[in-house]
């Protein structure tokens, strides 16, 4: 689709994406200094990466910033007009037994499918054998997604290689399809832990 200018997101926005209230705010000065360039220039070229189907491949420690990096691109891309989906694969798995709709007359997967930019959210080792989301059902998801040239994002504690030997039809269905981005740093988490102690009992 053509994008158009750039412009400010709403609640709405925010909503339609399923993008959790937390990130809503997420900027680039809070992610980790060794990848920042590449984000800031993976997000000045969404267009591009949107039109190529390029996507990403976020691995790293917990709470080190993965979810926030997939947080701004969606966000970018939803402010240049492309239409977006950010969910939790455990978000994903869920809404399938319970049989939840998007919207009427279309379900999470269809809208999945559709959307010009998806993010899959804190990949783990047991999504290789859910019933519902399992690993045949990712693979065609991204499969399905390359062969659009629809962008992918997925993040994921377990590193390539580790993702090669325990799901490698999924490992295989992201080559040509997204580009591995590894992400080291503190854990935020921690640190926002720590602030809100302080909140709660001051300085100690």
């Known amino acids: 689709m053509e994008a158009s200018a750039r412009r400010a997101l709403s609640p709405p926005d925010f909503e339609r994406m399923n993008l959790p209230k937390e990130f809503w705010r997420a900027k680039v000065h809070g992610v980790p200094e060794a990848v920042r360039p590449t984000v800031e220039r993976y997000l000045l070229r969404i267009r591009e990466m949107t039109e190529k189907g390029i996507g990403l491949f976020i691995h790293g420690d917990p709470g080190v910033g993965k979810t926030s990096i997939a947080a701004l691109a969606v966000k970018e891309a939803r402010s240049r007009g492309y239409t977006a ?120």
């Open 85 to 204: 989906l950010f969910i939790g694969v455990w978000e994903l798995r869920e809404s399938m037994r319970s049989r939840m709709m998007f919207e009427e007359n279309v379900s999470i997967q269809e809208r999945c499918r559709e959307v010009d930019v998806l993010v899959l959210d804190a990949l783990a080792p047991e999504d290789a054998s859910e019933m519902f989301v399992n690993q045949k059902f990712l693979k065609d998801l991204v499969s399905w997604r390359r062969s659009h040239q629809k962008v992918t994002i997925i993040t994921s504690r377990i590193e390539p290689p580790t993702l090669k030997t325990t799901m490698r039809e999924l490992f295989d269905s992201t080559v040509g399809a997204l580009v591995l981005m590894p992400v080291k740093g503190e854990n935020q988490k921690l640190r926002r832990h720590d602030e809100f102690v302080r909140e709660v009992f001051g300085e100690r």
